[in-house]
């Protein structure tokens, strides 16, 4: 009888490991891919982004550049979507849209996420006097205003531009911003990773943002996300009242604005940017849904 | 019940107090001389100087805003700058029409809500459900001033269906101001329905995969019976949340269609307002939207509590 030689370990199987957050984000991945409609929105978001970033190699012409004598001239081989009353290219003024459209959505978000997420946090943390009687009740009044009045107001108020218009919208989305991270947060602030975290005697700065923040950021993301395509529509609208990116910059705002008193003669000067705004925006908000489905499944 | 009311009128006057100082801070938070925004650089220093002793924007800032706000609870709400007329008349005028524009849009926007969403949930995965849900995130995409202008270049101009713009109050010719409320008032409704079709379908289901369901069809209840009879009834419960809370993204939309429209409701007001710099103006049209919008959600929560009375109000949260 043999006995087995104890210094040959015995060839078991072992299953290659993955680690649970691996695991976790490889099935978010699978449930994202798996959403038709969300791969369809995130694509041309991407290629929104890209047509932004590439907008000087990709327009065919100057956008500001005015020839008279292509006034008002419908779609054409050499002007694909017409030319407007300067006679501009209106494709290479939609592409060139598509960098104030993209910059507006990412930098009016970012505001309202800069702001938002640190004080939901701390709101929701501490909670107390200042959560329930100073930011919570700030949140209400805010909320009580209108969105798109509200940044009409502030944005006369700052002055017309692209610049004032991103700040006014950041601050109109702020509250959503604070008040989904307080939830967010109340959420989290009772569950036993956290006591340990505390027990283990760190201080609350730590626990704040190395152990909670992570946990609340997946419907941050969504939010966000949704967010850009709600603040690029704020941004056409205020162009198109006037009050946002200023002439010549092309925006699809202000050019659904000059394009409304030509609708009978040159439909698709206001046409082409109107579809343009509303694929860019339904896109996103595809992307976004898809985005929450994945991330939570128990939504769809 | 009285509890929660009496806690929530509570709140509702804190918010309408900061609501107040928010709309106050507008012309004060701005770098400068108040008067001297107002009335544009051109302006002579004697007219900058007039209006500045007009408006008592030489006094200490709690005390124009204590005079600004103690006139609002008497109903002065100060004088346009523009002609002069005190604000509180031009905000009378202005208020019923964004009224028969909302009521108009509420209608249509429930018209095409309420099927879509029971189409969807009712037939979950088929065509009329993805035609469905597809109808509702196009309908939340679209921006309300490109569906306005859609609107007016196929129905008004290429078609000639209805007048392209312009305001007819009812009482003098009631066909033509409701051939003229109707697009603007599809260009409004069409996003509201959106949401409510996306809520309702959700909150359809929900109650179509309850236990009580199933006992009605035990019991031998047909579909429709049991549809509208028993699941509609509860699934409206949310709807009426998101309408009420909808108001506020409804009267945005309604500021820019009726300036696509030419619509001389509030929403114009407070454009125009906006773009003459005329800013007793604004705060007085601001602070009528935020009434409204304070207003329609605390009687959303009421409702809320009388509609499912199993729904606890006590926090008021």
């Known amino acids: 009888m043999s006995a087995a030689n104890p210094n040959i370990e015995p060839e078991i199987y072992k299953p290659k490991e993955i680690s649970p957050r691996k695991k976790h984000y490889k099935e978010m991945a699978g449930r994202f891919f798996k959403n038709k409609l969300a791969v369809i929105g995130g694509f041309f978001t991407l290629l929104l982004i890209l047509t932004a970033l590439f907008a000087p190699v990709i327009a065919p012409q100057d956008p500001t550049a005015q020839d008279y004598s292509k006034y008002l001239q419908g779609p054409s081989s050499s002007n694909w979507f017409g030319t407007d009353d300067l006679g501009r290219d209106i494709l290479s003024r939609i592409i060139y849209g598509a960098q104030v459209s993209l910059q507006a959505g990412l930098i009016s978000v970012g505001i309202a996420l800069a702001v938002g997420i640190p004080v939901g946090l701390f709101s929701g943390y501490y909670r107390g006097v200042l959560d329930e009687f100073v930011v919570m009740r700030i949140t209400d009044a805010i909320l009580a205003f209108p969105p798109l009045v509200l940044a009409l107001a502030l944005a006369a108020v700052l002055g017309a531009g692209l610049e004032n218009a991103m700040i006014a919208i950041g601050i109109v989305f702020i509250p959503n911003f604070i008040r989904l991270m307080r939830a967010e947060v109340l959420s989290q602030r009772e569950r036993e990773y956290v006591e340990a975290a505390k027990a283990s005697g760190i201080s609350d700065f730590r626990v704040i943002f190395v152990h909670i923040l992570p946990n609340c950021l997946g419907p941050i993301l969504v939010q966000a996300t949704l967010a850009i395509a709600s603040a690029i529509i704020s941004e056409a609208s205020l162009s198109y009242l006037g009050l946002g990116t200023q002439p010549p910059t092309p925006s699809w705002g202000s050019m659904l604005s000059t394009g409304q008193g030509y609708l009978a003669d040159a439909p698709w000067i206001a046409l082409f940017p109107g579809i343009m705004i509303f694929i860019t925006v339904l896109s996103i908000n595809l992307f976004g849904d898809g985005l929450r489905d994945a991330l939570d499944p128990k939504t769809k | 019940m009285v509890n929660f009311i009496i806690r929530r009128l509570g709140l509702m006057v804190v918010i309408l107090f900061l609501v107040s100082i928010m709309i106050f801070s507008l012309v004060h938070i701005t770098p400068g001389d108040p008067a001297r925004m107002m009335l544009g650089q051109e302006a002579t220093e004697e007219a900058v100087e ?74 979950k995965g088929t065509f009329w459900d993805y035609a469905s849900t597809t109808f509702a995130l196009s309908g939340v995409s679209i921006p309300p001033f490109f569906l306005g202008i859609l609107f007016i270049y196929i129905f008004a101009i290429i078609l000639g269906w209805f007048p392209p713009s312009g305001y007819v109050p009812i009482w003098e010719d009631w066909k033509q101001s409701i051939l003229l409320m109707v697009l603007p008032a599809f260009a409004v409704g069409i996003r509201l329905s959106a949401e409510i079709a996306r809520m309702l379908r959700s909150s359809m289901l929900e109650v179509l995969g309850a236990d009580y369901i199933r006992t009605a069809y035990a019991k031998g209840l047909l579909g429709k019976p049991v549809i509208i009879g028993h699941a509609l009834r ?4 949310p709807v009426v949340t998101v309408s009420g809370l ?31 710099r005329d800013f007793p103006v604004v705060q007085g049209a601001v602070l009528c939207m935020a009434l409204a919008v304070v207003i329609i959600n605390f009687l959303t929560d009421i409702l809320y509590s009388i509609l499912d009375p199993r729904i606890k109000l006590s926090g008021g949260n």
């Open chain 2, 234 to 237: 509860n699934a409206l419960i």
């Open chain 2, 246 to 276: 909808q108001l506020a993204t409804f009267l945005g939309g309604a500021v820019i269609t009726e300036t696509i429209f030419a619509i001389p409701g509030i929403g114009r007001l407070v454009v125009d307002a906006i773009l003459t």
């Open chain 2, 50 to 123: 007039a209006l500045r002793a007009r408006l008592g924007l030489d006094l200490p800032l709690y005390q124009q805003y204590l005079n600004w706000a103690g006139g609002i609870l008497q109903g002065d709400f100060g004088n346009s700058l523009k002609d002069n007329t005190p604000v509180l008349t031009v905000l009378m005028q202005k208020i019923p029409v964004t009224i028969q524009l909302s009521i108009f849009a509420f209608f249509i926007s429930l018209l095409i809500a309420v099927p879509a969403g029971i189409i969807a949930a009712t037939r």
